[in-house]
């Protein structure tokens, strides 16, 4: 499966922004998805995850309460609702894709989409 994340660009503290990861060569819904950043310098770090069905959600704490993920099976989408973003979410951020439903190991990701960049400064 490809994912192709997109929706990244530059706004103001506190504002909100919306990302999404499209797949494309096989359906979501065998796939349970996370999301994940990077910063220079820093490793890649664990931001939300989302079972194959949605019914269970994970999230850093650094973003629980902010930040929530959905997917639209029908679709072949996941989103990543960002909500009171604050400068140090700045971080290009990723989709990703994994057989195993167990979403609360942060590892062991079978595919990788490319990284959207989110700039959060005034």
């Known amino acids: 499966v490809q994912l192709q994340a997109s929706g990244g660009g530059l706004v103001q503290p506190g504002d909100s922004m919306i990302l999404s990861c499209a797949a494309s060569?096989?359906?979501?819904?065998?796939?349970?998805l996370g999301w994940f950043r990077q910063t220079p310098g820093k490793l890649r770090e664990f931001v939300s995850s989302i079972t194959k069905s949605g019914s269970y959600t994970d999230f850093a704490d650094s973003v629980k309460g902010r930040f929530t993920i959905s997917r639209d099976n029908a679709k072949n989408t996941v989103y990543l609702q960002m909500n009171s973003l604050k400068p140090e979410d700045t971080a290009v951020y990723y989709c990703?894709?994994?057989?195993?439903?167990?979403?609360?190991?942060?590892?062991?990701?079978?595919?990788w989409g490319q990284g959207t960049l989110v700039t959060v400064s005034s």
């Open positions: 990703a894709a994994k057989f195993s439903d167990n979403i609360w190991s942060h590892f062991h990701y079978d595919y």
């Open positions: 060569g096989g359906a979501i819904s065998t796939y349970a």
